[in-house]
């Protein structure tokens, strides 16, 4: 199956931003459109912002003119320049194609507390 390793979150402070990466371990051209998605404590995972391989992006409303999602098909990665991160933007965030497989990576811990 493909690898999905993501890096990139940490601990900040709201108003803050983070750049988060993704490696996928295959083609990113070949699988099509990414997405990053997030799973906050107690909640679901939900999609937060995704990609086409022309570079067309959508984002979830919480998001929108805050986060930009980018994507390098020659180093097969995706990104998430997030930016006036909020407390409710604390979460565990993935990247996978969209739609998902049933499978995901390890994600990255993004946590926003004053």
């Known amino acids: 199956q493909v690898q999905l390793v993501e890096s990139g979150g940490g601990l900040v402070q709201p108003g803050e931003s983070l750049k988060l990466s993704c490696v996928v371990s295959e083609s990113i051209f070949e699988i099509g459109v990414m997405g990053w998605y997030r799973q906050a404590p107690g909640s679901e995972r939900e999609l937060v912002a995704k990609?086409?391989?022309?570079?067309?992006?959508d984002y979830a409303d919480s998001v929108r003119g805050r986060f930009i999602i980018s994507r390098d098909s020659a180093k097969n990665a995706i990104y998430l320049r997030m930016r006036n991160l909020q407390v409710e933007d604390t979460a565990v965030y993935y990247c996978?194609?969209?739609?998902?497989?049933?499978?995901w990576g390890q994600g990255t811990q993004v946590t926003v507390s004053s």
């Open positions: 990609i086409s391989t022309g570079h067309l992006t």
């Open positions: 996978n194609k969209f739609p998902a497989w049933d499978y």
